[in-house]
Each structure stands twice: as structure tokens, then as C-alpha cells.
């Protein structure tokens, strides 16, 4: 009689008893996580006597608790049906295992919606694959939603590729604009220019009103917005700036202004 057969429930000797439970295992053929047998082995744990199969009932397993008999040392896999549930920590394993495949079949789910996504809308695979956040936090976001749900809407498509469009006419616009204007000065300045744009930001000191100013010598400033030009709709305003500029190191062209002072020569209204 071979010493596998004690494992038998035909056995006279057999009882659950003489075993010890030493943990639950993923069978899973594709499973490399922390409870695959392959791991388990690679671990220095000692082999089954058979794998696969419950060594009580012959049953297939997908979860197996493995257990060591006492006296033979043998280590044997067992269903969860056979344990009939008098090792109370296997069925915490066997539920922790159960979560891990769920979960590691939700994520294989999810990248299989991600990659046949991407075949369809192949501009989107650089912004997944490198840094979509470069596009401003919109973009970033979408994206990110697209890694973690594998699919986004129509509608969040067309809004991404918009963003990207306005922002790539943006970079062409500054580059042209590079080759006609002309380095900005450094050091404090006094100038007259044209206001661009204007924007409300949050910053390290509060709320914070910043304008972009295109300076009569054909250099770009952006710096804050002095309290003496606080007036609604800025945008397209003549006024004269005081400040201390530093042209930066990528584009002379456009500087940082610091401790502005000045007024507005000419308002937007009176333009007109």
C-alpha cells in the first residue's frame, strides 16, 4: 500500500485531523500572482504528491487548500468541498484568492476594451503610452479615465481632439511668432504694449489676476495684473507697464514680470 492511499477517505487511518493547513492556491494555468503553485514552488515550499486533482476525491480543482499530513510529512491538495469547512483560515484564503482572480480578470477585461480602443482611435495610443497631461488637465483626466474604464464616449473623444488641435495651432502660432519678435529685455522696464489675453489663476498667494501683454518692442510679458488696472475687460487694452523682467531660457522672446506698476492709456471702449 502506497502512502498516498492514507489520503483516501476509504482509508481506516484517514482523518482531516492529522492534517495541518499550509495555504490555498490559485491553479489557474495563466495565475503568476502570490498564489500560484509555480510561485508556491519557487517559494522553497515542498511539492505535492499530486497536483491539479483533490487528493480525497480526484476532483479538478481551480482552488486548492494545500495540507500537510503529520506523520508522512506528504503535502496533498484538497478541495474546498472536502475541507468541509473545518479549517477556518482556508476559507478566509480561498476568499481572498477568489477576489484576486476576480479582480485580475476585471483588469484583463479592461485591457482588452483598452487595446481594441486604441485600434480604433490610434491617435489616442501617445497619450496613454507617454504624457497626456501636457494638454492641460482636461485632457490628462479623459485620459486617465480611459486607462482605469478601457472606453470613453464620443463626445469625450471629439472634446479631447479639440483640446489638442487648439493646443498644437497654439505651439505652430508661438513658433511663427518666434522668428518675427525680438528678445525680450531683462531688469526692471518700463514699456507700453497691447493686453492679449487675461486670466484669474489660484497660486501659491490666492487668487491672482495675470495678463499676457504684447509689448511695443515685439516681445511677450506675462506678469500680474497691478491693482491701478483693475478694470473689467482688459483684454485688448493700450496701457503702460513697469516692470522687472526676465526673458526665459527657451524662448528670449517671452518674459516673467515681477512687482508691476502701471495704468491704461487706452481702454477697450474707447477704441471704438
Known sequence: MTTQTIHHASHPDFSVENYDLVTVLDLTPEFGGPWGYSAYLKSGQKPCVKVGRCSHCGAHLRYAAVLEHQQTGERIMVGEDCLHNRFNESQVAFTAIREAAKARAERSRKVGKLESFLRENPDFRPLVEQDAWQYGDFVGDVVG???????????????????????????????????????????????????????????????????????DGDYKVWTTVPASMQIDGLKGAKIELTATLTPKSDDPTFAIGKRPSGRVLLPVMAAY
Open 145 to 215: 479615465n480611459l486607462t482605469q474604464y478601457g472606453e470613453l464616449s464620443e463626445r469625450q473623444v471629439s472634446a479631447v481632439r479639440r483640446v489638442i488641435e487648439s493646443k498644437q495651432r497654439f505651439l505652430a502660432q508661438r513658433e511663427a511668432d518666434k522668428a518675427t519678435m525680438s528678445p525680450a529685455p531683462s531688469g526692471r522696464v518700463t514699456f507700453q504694449g497691447t493686453v492679449l489675453s487675461e486670466k484669474v489663476t489660484e497660486g501659491r498667494y490666492g487668487i491672482e489676476h495675470k495678463m499676457l501683454v504684447k509689448a
